[in-house]
């Protein structure tokens, strides 16, 4: 994800009071950038939260640091593990 800015909207009280809600757990504002990146990309829920699960489980490798002791040619095994989970990503 790229540079993150600022946007204002409007949304029923309802909604405003659910998201308070999850904003303790501090889920509301990726909740909410998760959603409309859903709508927008035209996506349904599954392909959504697959791609989630994709991105959450490489950047977990990727970040481990074990992972990141040992290195195959100059790299360290987690990017060669995240670059493989990703690979899930591409459409056959």
């Not at 640091?65 to 056959?92: C, N, T």
Request: proline share 3%; net charge positive; glycine share 8%.
């Amino acid at each position: 994800m790229g540079r993150l800015v600022a946007y204002s909207v409007f949304i029923p009280e309802e909604h405003y009071k659910r998201l308070k809600k999850a904003a303790k757990d501090r889920k509301a504002a990726g909740m909410v950038r998760d959603g409309i990146a859903m709508v927008l990309d035209n996506k349904n829920a599954f392909d959504t939260g697959y791609e989630k699960g994709i991105k959450d489980a490489a950047k977990v490798v990727y970040e481990c640091p074990e992972a990141q002791l040992v290195a195959v040619k100059g790299k360290d095994i987690g990017v060669y593990l995240k670059e493989q989970i990703e690979l899930l990503l591409e459409k056959p």
